[in-house]
């Protein structure tokens, strides 16, 4: 993806720039335009309850039919991940339909209400924040919970659950990482799109919530013009001597690398003020060669796990699996553990929310009442241009890392 901003970064955002929305990302396909529930899931809890000796009959709503070549592999990857998990589930059976929605939130809500009528009893999908939403609207009068695969938490609430690595998730684990580190006086640099925005803001709430100081704020536009205008700002923050990190959103593909090179150029590098990403910085792994981003700091999944999974995927399926792959696992799978411990209310907003958590292809994870997922996240870096652990993924929830 935007292959060329490795080698010669300004053509590549320019390009990123005329083809916006032609490549999809990992963060910002689950980042559209939000239109949330106001409520929370604090109220009574939604969602049937099970006889757990019985088949379960889980809905799982796919990008597939698209005609994107990105979301097909990424619908199959969902799909076949799925149906792993479901034949995972030794002490529980799993009745899994599979419905295709496009990228159409009209077609998505058709195809849950399909699923329904046929008796679904949970939707694992679908994949788009806007979909998401329109699809817990149909669901919550059927009283039936949504586990979307989208990673934007401000359609979280009510009946709808976001699977996916939110914004808010991966800026509590830097920000509390900085900060056991001494790094409390954080500058946030953002681009001026949606989902940077969004970005912006869960930092800025983490940085609140552990107890940092928020040293300032760039919003930039996503173009060679805009981060050029920009970068004398970030410039003098990081030498003010008020600054020991700056945080960075970088979330259109070809920003991180151009950005970083001017920063660089000026003498701002993590050698000298600790830089740090909302997204990973060691895909595409031509990354890690980039001197600009050695050491900067980042958050993965446990890599171990992960491993795990796409050896078993490959060998099954004949493919390496799309990087969102393990949202489609995680969701079969949670319901899965739940109902093999004989939980009648395996797929109510109580039964989801379980405190202690779930193993999950990346590491552990739960859902929280207000719809949220909180995941078990390993923080990184790029030394000698390899990917290095600083700190591990944590193994449970309450001790460190959370």
């Not at 295709?100 to 008796?119: C, E, F, I, L, S």
């Amino acid at each position: 993806m935007f292959a060329s901003a490795t080698t010669r970064p300004g053509l590549g955002l320019r390009r990123a720039i005329t083809r916006a929305g032609a490549v999809i990302s990992a963060f910002f396909l689950a980042a559209c335009d939000p239109s949330g529930f106001s409520e929370q899931a604090t109220g009574p809890s939604i969602g049937q309850q099970i006889d757990p000796s019985q088949p379960v009959r889980i809905a799982l709503l796919a990008p597939g039919g698209s005609g994107s070549d990105n979301l097909e592999w990424l619908a199959r990857s969902l799909k076949n991940s799925a149906r792993m998990a479901a034949a995972d589930a030794q002490g529980a059976v799993i009745d899994l339909q599979i419905y295709d929605t496009g990228g159409d939130a009209g077609r998505a809500v058709a195809q849950a209400n399909a699923a329904a009528d046929a008796g679904a009893q949970i939707i694992i999908g679908p994949l788009f924040a806007e979909a998401a939403n329109a699809v817990g609207h149909a669901m919550r009068p059927r009283n039936i919970n949504v586990l979307s695969f989208s990673n934007n938490a401000e359609i979280a609430g009510g009946n709808v659950f976001v699977l996916g690595n939110s914004f808010e998730n991966v800026a509590d684990r830097l920000v509390s990482y900085a900060v056991k580190n001494d790094k409390r006086n954080i500058y946030v640099v953002a681009e001026d799109d949606i989902a940077g925005q969004i970005g912006g803001r869960a930092i800025e709430t983490a940085i609140a919530r552990n107890g940092a100081r928020l040293a300032g704020r760039t919003n930039h536009p996503v173009s060679v013009s805009g981060i050029d205008a920009a970068t004398p700002q970030i410039v003098a923050a990081a030498r003010s001597g008020q600054v020991d990190s700056v945080f960075m959103t970088a979330n259109n593909q070809a920003v991180l690398p151009y950005l970083t090179e001017k920063l660089a150029a000026a003498g701002v590098t993590s050698q000298v003020t600790q830089l740090m990403g909302l997204t990973r910085w060691d895909q595409p792994g031509s990354r890690v060669s980039l001197p600009q981003l050695q050491n900067g700091w980042f958050a993965i999944p446990d890599q171990s796990l992960q491993s795990q999974f796409e050896s078993r995927y490959k060998a099954a399926y004949g493919e390496q699996p799309h990087e969102l792959a393990s949202l489609g696992y995680d969701g079969v799978a949670a319901v899965a553990s739940l109902v093999r411990a004989g939980k009648k209310n395996a797929v109510t907003t109580a039964g989801l929310t379980q405190t202690s958590g779930f193993a999950g292809v990346g590491g552990i994870f739960r859902l929280r009442p207000d719809g949220t997922a909180q995941r078990g996240l390993a923080v990184a870096t790029i030394r000698g241009n390899q990917v290095l652990i600083l700190d591990p993924a944590p193994r449970s929830f309450g001790g460190y890392g959370f």
